[in-house]
């Protein structure tokens, strides 16, 4: 079984900054099968980015993604209030898929 | 427009069965994998089981393996997830979702979802 860890398990960071979101997983993933997803209190989760750097509909290209083999990295360039959720990343190539444990993101 | 809509959930004490269902519209359901995700509450996300588009072929956590059964019916739109010896640890939201299809230089992931349908195991 693949495990992601993601860093940091919460970010504080102010509207209009840069944020970073890491995951690491404990064997190598094809970039083919990981994905991101955000998620607010009380909804069903967003699909964000798939096959590590593809944008998923709708999603707006402050989100991107990027990386391979181990070490994949969410970057969202400038932050607007909506952003502020809760950050999931998803290996998805072969059974038993996996989520990372989630990054917070916070307004600071 | 493309709708998920899970049914089901519910108190259910240790032990007992409990059956999902997720009706879905707005898309060619036989053409795409469908799956099932969980969040206890308060936790993060977890993957239950995917089915592949003919139901032919099925995949499960290790921690449901032998107590969950996937299916679906291509002749109803539904997705179902048969629950049996529920514990307290599969207390969670359980969400349905669709899986988009791949091209030649990604896959996507779980592309739409439900609202979800709570299940409580408590005596």
């Known amino acids: 079984e693949i495990v992601l860890t993601q860093s940091p398990g919460t970010l504080s960071l102010s509207p209009g900054e840069r944020a970073s979101l890491s995951c690491r997983a404990s064997?190598?993933?094809?970039?083919?099968?990981l994905a991101w997803y955000q998620q607010k209190p009380g909804q069903a989760p967003r699909l964000l980015i798939y096959?590590?750097?593809s944008r998923a509909t709708g999603i707006p290209d402050r989100f991107s993604g990027s990386g391979s083999g181990t070490d994949f990295t969410l970057t969202i360039s400038r932050l607007e209030p909506e952003d502020f959720a809760v950050y999931y990343c998803?290996?998805?190539?072969?059974?038993?898929?996996?989520f990372g444990q989630g990054t917070k993101l916070e307004i600071k | 427009e493309v709708q998920l809509l899970e049914s089901g959930g519910r108190l259910v004490q240790p032990g007992g069965s409990l059956r999902l269902s997720c009706a879905t519209s707005?898309?060619?359901?036989?053409?795409?994998?469908m799956g099932w995700v969980r969040q206890a509450p308060g936790k993060g996300l977890e993957w239950v089981s995917s089915?592949?588009?003919?139901?032919?072929?099925?995949y499960y956590a290790d921690s449901v393996k032998g107590r969950f059964t996937i299916s679906r019916d291509n002749s109803k739109n539904t997705l179902y997830l048969q629950m049996n010896s529920l514990r307290a640890e599969d207390t969670a939201v359980y969400y349905c979702?669709?899986?988009?299809?791949?091209?030649?230089?990604?896959?996507?992931?779980?592309?739409?979802w439900g609202q979800g349908t709570l299940v409580t195991v408590s005596s």
């Open positions: 064997h190598s993933v094809s970039s083919f099968y």
């Open positions: 096959g590590a750097s």
């Open positions: 998803h290996h998805y190539g072969s059974s038993p898929y996996t």
């Open positions: 979702a669709r899986r988009g299809y791949c091209s030649s230089s990604s896959c996507s992931s779980f592309d739409y």
């Open positions: 089915v592949s588009s003919s139901g032919g072929a099925t």
């Open positions: 707005g898309f060619t359901f036989n053409t795409y994998v």
